[in-house]
C-alpha cells in the first residue's frame, strides 16, 4: 500500500503589505478533495504539518464563494464557453467565477424551463444575458431584467434562484469544514520536526496542498529540506498544488551546487492569480511564480487563469491552483499506481 506525507501548512498569519499577521491556512478544498481522492485509492495518507500543530483551514478558502456545487460549475461553464471559445477573447478573472451570479444559470434555466421554455431555449437567453454580465461585470439577475432576457420570469423567481444557489454553496463550505474537523490526521497530525531519516525514506510520496500558509512556514524549513532529499534521491513522488510548491524552496542543492529542482518544468499560482484574490490585493511581499524561477525552474502555467492544469516532469508533479485539484490528485494517484503495478515484459516463447 503506498504511503503518503500529506504536509499541510501549519501556519495561521501571513504578513502582507496592508494587513499584518493576515489569518491564514491551508485551503480546505484542495486538502479535502485530494485526502480523499488518495484515502478512496487505497493509500495510507499520514497527515503532517512542520511543527505538529493542528492545521487550520483559511477562512478566505471557506467562504461560500468557492463551494458552488459541480453540477451548477459545469452548466455555467457550458454557458460562458458559447461566447468564450479562445482563452485571448476575454480574460477571466476570480470575479468572473466566484463572486457574480453566473453560477446560478443552471437554476434559473430550471425556472424557464419551468414556465414552457425548452432547455435550449433557456440556455440561449442565458448565455446572451451572462456574455453581457461577463464583460461588463454586471450582476447576471440584473442584466436579465434590464435587457429584456428574463424570458417572462419574474425578478423574484430569478432572485429565488440565486439565493438558493448561495445557500447550497454555503451548505457545501459547512459540510468540507465538518469532514475536515473529523479526520483525525488533521486535528491529530504528525510533526515532520520529529521524523527520522529512515522514517522519512518509508513514505512513497509527498503531498502538500495550498493556501497561503505553505507561503510562511514552508520555504527555508530544514526538516522539509531533509525529505525531499530523501525522496530526490530515491526517485519517489514529489506534488504540490497551488500555493503548495513554495516547500520546494526548502529543496537543497544537487552536488554540482545547482538547486535540486534546477530545469523541471512546474507550475504554481501566477502571479495574474495572487493579484486578483483578495489577500493578494492586500499587497504580497514577494511571488511564489517569481521565487520558483529565480531559484531555477520553469514555470509551466495555463493560457489563461484558474484554468485546471498540471505539470508533470520526471518525479515532480504541480497544480496550478485550487480548480486544478482532482486533476492534480489524479496524476499522483496514477504515479503510484504505475510503480505498486510496474508494466512487466512479455514472457519469451
Known sequence: MP???????????IDLKESAAHPTGYWAEEALKSYERFVNAGFNVVVLTPDGRRPVPDPY??????????????YFASVYRTFHRDPDDIRITLHHSTEQELVAARRIAQRLVATGKTASEAHDLLSKAAKIAWRQKRLLS????????HGDLPALAIQGAVQELKQAAQALADERRAKLEAIHGFSHPVA???LSDAQMAEFDALFVP???????????????RRLLGILYKQDKVIASLCHGPAMLLSAPDRDDGQWLFEGYRFTAYTNDEEDQNRIGKLGMFWYLADALQNAGGIFDDAPYAWASHVVVD?????????????????????ALNAVRSPVRAPAMA
Open 314 to 334: 520526471r518525479n515532480l508533479i504541480t497544480g496550478q491552483n485550487p480548480n486544478s485539484t482532482e486533476a492534480t490528485a489524479d496524476a499522483v494517484i496514477k
Open 142 to 149: 440584473e442584466v436579465m431584467l434590464t435587457e429584456g432576457l
Open 210 to 224: 495550498g493556501g497561503h500558509g505553505p507561503m510562511v512556514d514552508l520555504p527555508d524549513n530544514p526538516d522539509l
Open 192 to 194: 515532520l520536526s520529529s
Open 3 to 13: 504511503r503518503i506525507a500529506f504536509l499541510v501548512t501549519s501556519a495561521r498569519a
Open 61 to 74: 478558502g471557506l467562504e461560500a464563494i468557492f463551494h458552488y456545487p459541480d453540477v451548477d460549475r459545469d
